[in-house]
Structure formats: C-alpha cells, structure tokens
C-alpha cells in the first residue's frame, strides 16, 4: 500500500521513505549509482560502485520503505531469512551472494551486480529488449530455470514467488541469471491464503490454507514461466510460437489439477526436451523466432506470426 513518501538523497539520487533514515553506511560498500524503492518486502536496494571499481547490489532491511506498510523489524529478521537460502542453493544461474551484514540499526545482503535486462513489464525498456531476443535465447533461460528449480527440488526447498522478476538475460556473458529467491521454502510447506506470487505464476493449491505445496506445485510455476517466456504470458494456442506438441506439454504442466501435471520439474524438462527433439527433426529450429517480429509501438507490444496471429500482449 502506498504511502505519503518522504523523499531524501543519497549521492544525488532520491529515495522516497515513510520517514527519515540516515543511509550513510551504505558509502562502506560504495558510491550509489541507483537505488529502487519500490519493493513492498520492506527491502530498499541499491546499486553500488566500490573504490576498486566493483559494483555490487545491496538489499537493506531496517528503514520504512514508503510502499511498506509493515514494521521494520519484521522486515530486518525476514531478510535475515534469505542468506542461507542463498547459500544452499548456490549455482551457475543465481546471482552470487558475496556477504551479509548486520549494518546501519539493520540488515544488509551483498550480491554480485549483474548488467542484464528483467523480463518483468514493470521494467518497460527491458522487457521490451527481453521480448525481442532471439527464441533461442528464450528456449535457454527456460532450460536455466528448469535446470536451477530441479536442484532446488533436490535440495529440499520449495519455490515461492517465482515470476518473471526473478528472470534476467545477461546479454554480455549470453548467460540466464535468476534473483530475488527471497521466499524460498525448506520443504514440508503448506499454502496460506496471504503466500507470496505473482498470479500469474502461483499454483491454486498455494493460497489454500493448509494445501500441500511441493514439487507438483513448481512444476505449475514452471509451466507458467514457459508461457511467460514464448507468450508474454497469454496461455492461448493461439499465441503459442512453438507448436501444438510443446504447448501441451506446458499447458498440462499448468493443469489446476494437480495429478494431471508432470510428477516433477525433471520430467517435465524430460517432456519438453523430448517434444523439442522431434520438433527440431520435423523442421529447421527458428532462427527468426518462429517467424515472429517483436516491435514496440507507444508502449503497447504485438507479436505477428505468419500464420496465424499472435497476440503478446503483457498479462
């Protein structure tokens, strides 16, 4: 919920609050260079560049955000909660946790800076870059994802608010990086009316009180980023760029039923590597993504497949 902000500075750059902080510690880990302050966990970041020219992203807990409408040490002990989530599930796809510190009456996580662009609408100019990349690239990171949620699944965790957000291309390095795991679950987990996610990823099992929220239930968020990923989330036939065969596939991953879904995150990779297989004997894979053109036009994106029509609006 949005509140009447209090706008202070830091190195010239705004940060809107619900009430006066003093920030001067964060010039221990660097010179900011961007700060966002939008996250209603109660987490304001900021991007940082450190005397040897490093830069870092730096998640504090402990001021009152101004879209936080919750107390300040709820905020401190949840962020506390990350690190070892982070540590765990340490991997070539996640962005790396370099430290974490209890600093300025609060708590602070370091990672790694990352110059990649987010796949989530709120970010127009890089979702519309994301939207445009090559469809190999998109087969990639889906592939990433499942690749990094398979482990997660052996490691005995599950998925909790995985969206679109969680999702970057590190166009420099060609490389997947996944973030902002925060919600993350030691496995048995139940759902709750208030659980975190995006509607357009959660599982229905996750906001019943007292439902069962495992695998089966990631391999519903699974299939829901493959429509995020090839269909700006719309989960038509019609929108689908890459055949009936492996629309199924991710449409039955998406089932509201959940005995009708894949068993696990590896067999649906297993279905969908298969499926692609065959696709990629039946004919050439798309090196203009399945003949789409991605443009933008004031704001508003289309996709035209010929044939037929694809309507890639964000959801």
Sequence with gaps: MAMNAHIQYLDGIPIRLREPFDFEFVHQYGAVFKVFDDQDSGNICFGVTAADGKRYFVKFAGALAHQYAGLASDAVESLRQVVPIYEDLAHPSLIRLVRADEIGGGFAVVFDWVDAICAHPMFEDDHRRFRALPMD????????????????????????????????WDEQHQQTVICDIDFYEKAPCLGRHDMWGSPRFASPEERVDGAVVDEVTNVYTMGATAFCLFADSDRSRDAWPLGDELYDVVKRATSEDRTRRQQSIQQLLDEWDSKLSLRSRQRPIDTCPAQICLAGIGGVYHAIKQPPGVNANPA
């Design 137 to 168: 690239v998109h087969r990639q990171v889906f592939k990433d994802v499942l690749q990094f949620h398979i482990q997660v699944a052996a490691r005995g965790y599950v998925t909790i608010d995985f969206y679109d957000g969680s999702i970057m």
